[in-house]
Structure formats: C-alpha cells, structure tokens
T-cell receptor, first 114, second 113 residues
Framework: IAGITQAPTSQILAAGRRMTLRCTQD?????MYWYRQDLGLGLRLIHY???????GKGEVPDGYSVSRANTDDFPLTLASAVPSQTSVYFC?????????????FGPGTRLTVL | GESVGLHLPTLSVQEGDNSIINCAYS??????FIWYKQESGKGPQFIID?????DKRQGQRVTVLLNKTVKHLSLQIAATQPGDSAVYFC????????????FGAGTQVVVTP
C-alpha cells in the first residue's frame, strides 16, 4: 500500500441497506477525514478523527458513522442508505500534530443509492 | 458562517498563457491556505500551500499569493499546459479547527490549444 486507499471503487446500493466504505493509509498520519463531493458543492466534511480512538462530526454528519480503532483505518458506515447519499466519497489523511498541513486524498468511492 | 469562495466557476485559458485563479475568504483568523487540483475521476491533489505569515510562495510553475488586507488568495499557473485542465479548489484552515479544511466550490480550468 502506498499512500491512501479506498474500497470499493464504486457501488450501487438499494435504499435501506447498510454499507461500509473502507479507507486505509500507510503514512502513519494522526488525522483522517471523510468528505462527500457533490456537483457544485465542493467537498463537504462528514466526520474526522484527530487520533486513534477519537472522532468528531463535520459539516454533514447525519446518516453516517465512523470509527478509528487504529491509526491506519477509518471506515465510514451508512446504517440505512437513502438516495440523497448518492455522491462521491473521499477519504483523506494528514499529519496535523504540528498544526494544519496538507491533506492527502484517496481515489474516491462513487456510491449510488437507488 | 464564514466560508471560502471562488470568483469564477470556469476559466478558459489558451495553451502557453498564464492562468490566474482567484479565491476570497472571509475569516481573517484563518492561518493556513492550500490549493488542490482535481482531474476528472480522481481525488484532489495537492498543488501548493501558504501560511498566513507569508504573502507569496512559489512552486514549480505555480505561485500562490495571499493578500490578508482584502482576504484574497490567488493561484498563478505559468505557461498553462493541456494537463493543467482540471478543477482547482482553495481551502482554508482556522486556528482552532485541528487541521480541518474548509473548501471552496472550485473553478474549472479549461486549456484550449
């Protein structure tokens, strides 16, 4: 693994189903983030984690949950998907221990909820 | 709330010309700014960043200018190439936000031959 990876690449999901998007980084970054990207709205923060064992809500957290059991992994779960969650999801990580710094992004997961 | 925004949603540039992408921010306390490039179907890619104690920073073919007086950020791309066609985002960080970035909506740059 080099950098940050996401899985799956894309997914079509029936409304009401549960779905977990996976994110793994090998840079030993303390902070990780989940964004959704919708046309014309840019990147909106869903949840973040400053360190393993802690998480926080971003701008659009409703309908999503995250966990940070270790440094490398930061899965995003949709407990009961709805069509408005159709979007492209990006995971990112950064070394923010000394302040704000560059976030490295994964390739994204394109999710369609029908 | 305060937010980052972009002046132009689409910028058309002739190959070889210089490009200037503008960004306005409204939070005077923001201490870190960053530009990303996103090509179609890919994740955002870091271009250059600047901290609030600087007003200019140069990279390879790119320069970021920060004007704190008017809260304006710009990205200059020299000798624009077809590979520069992408959406460009600016983002800001506020001192108490633990590294969380707030992104603008983006500017589409189209390079024409």
């Amino acid at each position: 693994i080099a950098g940050i990876t996401q899985a799956p690449t894309s997914q079509i999901l029936a409304a009401g189903r549960r779905m977990t998007l996976r994110c793994t980084q090998d840079m030993r970054h303390n902070a990780m983030y989940w964004y959704r990207q919708d046309l014309g709205l840019g990147l909106r923060l869903i949840h973040y984690s400053n360190t393993a064992g802690t998480t926080g809500k971003g701008e659009v957290p409703d309908g999503y949950s995250v966990s940070r059991a270790n440094t490398d992994d930061f899965p995003l779960t949709l407990a009961s998907a709805v069509p408005s969650q159709t979007s492209v999801y990006f995971c990112a990580s950064s070394d923010s221990r000394s302040g704000a710094s560059e976030q490295f992004f994964g390739p994204g997961t394109r999710l369609t909820v029908l | 709330g305060e937010s980052v925004g972009l002046h132009l949603p689409t910028l058309s540039v002739q190959e070889g010309d210089n490009s200037i992408i503008n960004c306005a921010y409204s939070n005077s306390a923001s201490d870190y700014f960053i530009w990303y490039k996103q090509e179609s179907g890919k994740g955002p890619q870091f271009i250059i960043d600047i901290r609030s104690n600087m007003d200019k920073r140069q990279g390879q073919r790119v320069t970021v200018l920060l004007n704190k007086t008017v809260k304006h950020l710009s990205l200059q791309i020299a000798a624009t190439q077809p590979g520069d066609s992408a959406v460009y985002f600016c983002a800001e960080n506020q001192p108490d936000s633990w590294g969380k970035l707030q992104f603008g909506a983006g500017t589409q740059v189209v390079v024409t031959p």
